[in-house]
């Protein structure tokens, strides 16, 4: 009879398989789960399923996904992420790919309501897209800053990617959300000097140099932004005073955005089915995606493959920093291809003892897993925020995109290699808070 690991192995390539033709990621993980617990322990299948289900749709600190995602979609259908644009062009118009930096930074911005690097991309790509092309900027530029910009919708908080993180590893969400603030205003930064970079190298990427504009055009732009910005500093601000909890931060967000909307008379029978249907949709894959995730996760306990590459690496004398630098090629590589979410559940689980057991520091590591995800968010040959651009930039080829992606990538990797020197970057405002 197949040993644990024997079967742990099998189930990871019955996933691969039933990805490889297009399956959805939660039902694959699902069925896969389902199957491997049937075979360990028939008896134990059906109680597992229904109880882990059961357990995630249950779980308290999960109605922060379905709540940030309402705030994201009711920031689209009342225009503030257009005045979050412009009031970011106002004050960048004399950078040359000022339009650009703009992008980057209302992607910011936005991904602060959302938490979404999907949706971050998708509403940024069209609301800046047009501009940059209007004045005839080379398309990987304005593409890779869209996608990339997208990408920080994962880190910024509130970030799904930390809410789904914390949950596995039992931490704290509210000291991830803290943990993701410094270097996720690092990364825009790096983000806006590789732009800066880039056209320096090649002015024909942006030729167009706006002339300075007034403060007093500046200030009525941020003015019209304030919505935004209101709510993101009620709620980030909020969870930093200790006024209330993250998950709590999420319903007075969603309140405030709802009453945004209303007072700008965004409104109507028809925008009201797109938001509360496109929130549905988003909630509903994600909390798909989390039920097959933990199922999975029981099932691979069940093998004990946790175990066993624990002692693996313990035989091999392998640093913590050693340990984390292979978890992070594996999630770029991974991110290529694979979800987001189902990664943070099929990886995270299996390393965390290994990780613990040397040392490794689960706050400071989250936020590496995350960046490192946003990595693979706009790596060939499967970025899925280029091929999210692609749906606004139909007639540009995916080669050029990636292309323009390339300095977005290589300041991502410069985040990545500042956290690991100065881990105090992401672990500061936690401890400062927290303790």
């Known amino acids: 009879m197949m040993d644990g690991t024997g079967i742990a192995l099998l189930g990871f390539l019955a996933l691969l398989v039933l990805l490889l033709i297009r399956m959805p990621v939660g039902l694959a993980m699902l069925i896969v789960g389902a199957a491997g617990i049937a075979v360990i322990r028939p008896a134990a299948a059906v109680p597992v399923l229904a109880g882990e289900m059961f357990a995630v749709a249950s779980r308290y600190p999960l109605t922060i996904l379905p709540l940030f995602m309402l705030m994201g979609n009711l920031a689209v259908v009342s225009r503030m992420s257009q005045d979050l644009y412009h009031a970011a062009h106002s004050w960048l118009g004399r950078l040359r790919g000022s339009l650009a930096s703009a992008s980057i930074v209302a992607c910011a911005g936005f991904s602060a309501l959302s938490g979404s690097s999907l949706a971050a991309a998708l509403t940024m790509g069209r609301v800046s897209l047009p501009e940059m092309r209007r004045y005839r900027y080379d398309d990987s530029l304005a593409t890779g800053a869209i996608a990339a910009g997208g990408t920080l919708g994962i880190l910024i908080p509130p970030s799904a990617g930390l809410v789904i993180y914390g949950i596995i590893t039992e931490e704290s969400i509210g000291r991830l959300f803290m943990a993701g603030v410094i270097p996720g205003i690092l990364l825009t930064l790096l983000f806006v000097l590789g732009v800066s970079i880039v056209v ?15 403060w007093r055009d500046r200030l009525r732009a941020t003015a019209r932004a304030g919505w935004i910005l209101g709510i993101v500093v009620v709620t980030i601000g909020g969870i930093y005073a200790g006024v209330f909890s993250a998950i709590e931060a999420a319903g007075v967000g969603a309140l405030l955005t709802l009453i945004a909307a209303c007072v700008r008379r965004a409104l109507n029978r028809e925008t009201m089915i797109e938001v509360v249907g496109g929130t549905l949709k988003a909630s509903g894959t994600a909390f798909l995606v989390l039920f097959g995730a933990f199922v999975f996760k029981v099932f ?16 091999q004398g392998f640093s913590g920093a050693q340990v984390v630098l292979l978890v992070l090629v594996m999630f770029i590589v991974l991110g290529t291809f694979l979800d987001g979410f189902a990664m943070l559940v099929l990886t995270v689980p299996l390393v965390q003892p290994i990780l613990e057991s040397l040392g490794v520091d689960m706050i400071w590591f989250g936020v590496m897993v995350v960046i ?7 790596s060939p040959p499967v970025g899925l925020n280029i091929f999210v651009v692609k749906g606004v930039a139909p007639d540009v080829p ?5 292309r323009g992606i390339v300095p977005f990538w290589l300041a991502m990797l410069a985040a990545l290699i500042l956290i690991a020197l100065w881990p105090n ?11």
């Open 300 to 315: 691979l306990g069940l093998t004990g493959i946790a175990f066993v590459a624990s002692d693996w690496v313990a035989e």
């Open 372 to 378: 490192t995800l946003e990595m693979g968010l706009i």
């Open 425 to 435: 970057l992401a672990t500061f405002l936690p401890n400062a808070m927290y303790g």
């Open 200 to 214: 320096r190298r090649d002015p024909d990427k942006a030729p167009y140099t706006e002339e300075p504009v007034a």
């Open 398 to 402: 995916v080669h050029r995109m990636f």
